[in-house]
């Protein structure tokens, strides 16, 4: 129970980051803003994330990793019920900030809390039992979230966020038995090129992704047709293409091949090609060329960015030492920065050019991730330099 209850962290923090995503729409209408304004909230979550999350775990690195996870969970409970009563664009906004801010810690200390008293050789599992919260968000958190705002509107998408923060809360509190400090805080670990050359993959990942699923409620309805129910049933499929993709990542951890970064990142330029196409020349019409085309490209990104997760997050496990609170925190700083500027690049180019050029953004910023995963395969594998705990 103790991994299951972790996993709800990233669960609800990711749930929350995104349940709007299916009613950006309606959500605009209501706000009397564009929907590229309203697209810009998960930016400003996103990127108080990454600011916050390793000023936050250096802020904190000596408070006891249970009860600051506690607290934290308890702080998006309330911050998501607030958000469920703004009136204006501007004050949710700020509450967006706020919960990205605060939020920044719950994957890195729930991280940290599953990898407590584990082997070396468990270590992978643990963290990918973990990372399997964000998939798991795709799957039903974020689903439930488009089919309450749709049903009840908006507001509901964020009271659905508060009640999954509630029984993370609760989950926590009683499965989680406290890690020691002394596991958080002793000794220190250089954070050499393999580390940021790591951390550079999460970040262009995530942009590249991002630049589309940022904007998945209008793409979907402009490639397949569909709304509520229907957008929610592509995140879900999407959830479970996240879920395989943390099996894939952890499955190319076990192997430990030299080129291992190459095979997700080829899958995402194959998801943003996908979609590419279909909404280049189906000008609003919907036929079953542009639904498949659609379809597979929800099969085949999510899974691409969670194997690049799992993976990434495993290696810096062992590449950071006794400074992975730290590294785990960069790195969900960079998914959430890389979230963030995708988000903005997508909308930018949706304004620009039309629902296409998001997902061609998106496969632009694919090709220096390929030559990073080539640098970190020939420079700094032979095999990547893991460490025994």
């Not at 929350?16 to 930016?43: D, N």
């Not at 890690?179 to 220190?188: C, K």
Request: charged share 5%.
């Amino acid at each position: 129970m103790k991994l299951i209850a972790l996993m709800f962290c990233p669960f609800a923090f990711t749930t929350g980051a995104f349940v709007f995503s299916g009613v950006l729409e309606p959500m605009a209408a209501v706000l009397g803003v564009s929907v590229a304004a309203v697209a810009t909230l998960q930016s400003a979550f996103a990127i108080a994330c990454a600011l916050c999350g390793p000023l936050l775990a250096q802020a904190t690195r000596r408070l006891p990793p249970k009860a600051l996870l506690l607290a934290v969970l308890a702080l998006l409970l309330a911050l998501n019920g607030v958000s469920a009563m703004a009136t204006d664009y501007q004050a949710l906004f700020i509450l967006r900030l706020l919960v990205g801010g605060v939020g920044s810690l719950a994957f890195p200390l729930a991280t940290v809390l599953a990898v407590a008293g584990v082997t070396a050789e468990d270590r992978p599992k643990a963290v990918s039992a973990v990372y399997a919260g964000i998939p798991m968000s795709l799957i039903v958190g974020i689903p439930l979230g488009s089919v309450a705002g749709n049903a009840f509107g908006w507001p509901a998408s964020f009271v659905a966020t508060a009640l999954i923060c509630a029984a993370a809360l609760i989950l926590v509190w009683r499965f989680v038995p406290a890690a020691p400090l002394a596991e958080r805080a002793t000794g220190q670990s250089r954070f050499g090129p393999p580390v940021f050359a790591h951390l550079g993959v999460t970040f262009i990942a995530a942009t590249a992704l991002f630049a589309m699923v940022g904007l998945i409620g209008p793409i979907i309805r402009a490639t397949t047709g569909f709304s509520g129910t229907g957008i929610a049933a592509i995140q879900f499929l999407a959830g479970l293409s996240s879920l395989a993709g943390v099996r894939l990542g952890a499955r190319l951890v076990a192997q430990r091949a030299r080129f291992a970064l190459l095979v997700p990142f080829g899958l995402l330029a194959a998801s943003l090609s996908l979609v590419l196409l279909p909404l280049s020349l189906s000008a609003g019409i919907v036929s079953l060329f542009t639904v498949a085309g659609m379809v597979a490209s929800v099969c085949f990104g999510p899974a691409a960015q969670s194997a690049t997760g799992a993976l990434v997050q495993s290696r810096l496990a062992d590449l950071a030492g006794p400074a992975a609170t730290l590294a785990f925190a960069l790195n969900g700083s960079m998914i959430y920065l890389g979230q963030g500027l995708g988000i903005v690049l997508g909308a930018a180019a949706l304004t620009r050019a039309g629902l296409s050029a998001a997902p061609l953004a998106g496969l632009v910023l694919t090709l220096p991730g390929l030559f990073l995963a080539v640098l970190i395969a020939r420079r700094f594998s032979d095999p990547i330099p893991f460490k025994e705990a």
